[in-house]
């Protein structure tokens, strides 16, 4: 027997007030640590700058890190008969973007399936927050979507059936205290994808189009 609409909606309500306890927890648990630890974002950033050679040296090896595990999972894609194409690019370079997109396409003949998962963050109110860093983290977290759907489009398009997956966040359906540029940056990648898809629809476009909205994920972001 189907549920009534308005049993549906509290049903819905309660997840999502379930799914806000989880991040309000979670981001509690953030504060705690840095507390915990005398951690100051802002004077992290400034210590990073005047780094001992030693200690930039340790920097660079965890960031070589990321790159060898890059590595080896197109090791292990290539070992079981994948076609891949691996290479380092910043989202923020639209030009190199343009460049990347029709390089791809040229290496595999077309494409089917983009996702724009790049993403960075900030902890720091409105209040004391320098306008560059929030500057930084739309510039990523959005714009970086932007330009990963804009120049790949036409080819989904070309494809007759193409599919862009662009990845907000939890925190592009609700938000919290410390995490507004970032709060900022995922409800813009959330209403640009849902603006698109119905862009897709009207104008009779074999591209779908989906938003994605993962809670906590265990990626080198906070450790970034």
């Known amino acids: 027997m189907a549920k009534e609409p308005e049993e549906r909606a509290a049903e819905y309500l309660a997840e999502m007030a379930a799914l806000i306890r989880t991040c309000e927890n979670q981001l509690q648990e953030t504060r705690d640590f840095y507390a915990a630890h005398g951690i100051d974002p802002e004077a992290i950033k ?3 700058a005047n780094l001992p050679a030693d200690q930039r040296r340790q920097l ?14 197109v090791r292990r894609a290539k070992a079981i008969g994948a076609s891949v194409k691996a290479d380092r690019l910043d989202v923020t370079e639209r030009e190199a973007f343009q460049a990347y997109a029709d390089a791809v ?13 790049a993403g960075i963050a900030y902890v720091g109110d409105v209040e ?15 714009w970086g979507v932007v330009n990963g759907t804009k120049v790949f489009l036409p080819h989904l398009i070309a494809s007759g059936d193409g599919h862009v ?9 609700f938000s919290v205290p410390g995490q507004s540029a970032y709060n900022s940056a995922k409800f813009a990648v959330r209403g640009f994808t849902e603006a698109l898809r119905q862009e897709m629809i009207a104008n009779g476009h074999p591209v779908k189009v989906t938003a994605v909205h ?3 994920i265990k990626t080198a972001t906070m450790r970034n």
């Open 46 to 48: 400034k210590q990073v």
């Open 60 to 73: 660079e090896e965890a960031i070589k890190r990321d790159a060898e595990e890059v590595e080896e999972e």
């Open 105 to 117: 396409v040229e290496h595999f003949g077309k494409v089917n399936q983009v996702y724009n998962n």
């Open 128 to 142: 004391v927050m320098p306008f560059k860093d929030i500057e930084r983290v739309m510039d990523v977290d959005f």
């Open 165 to 173: 997956i662009n990845v907000s966040s939890l925190f592009g359906i």
């Open 214 to 216: 993962p809670g906590g």
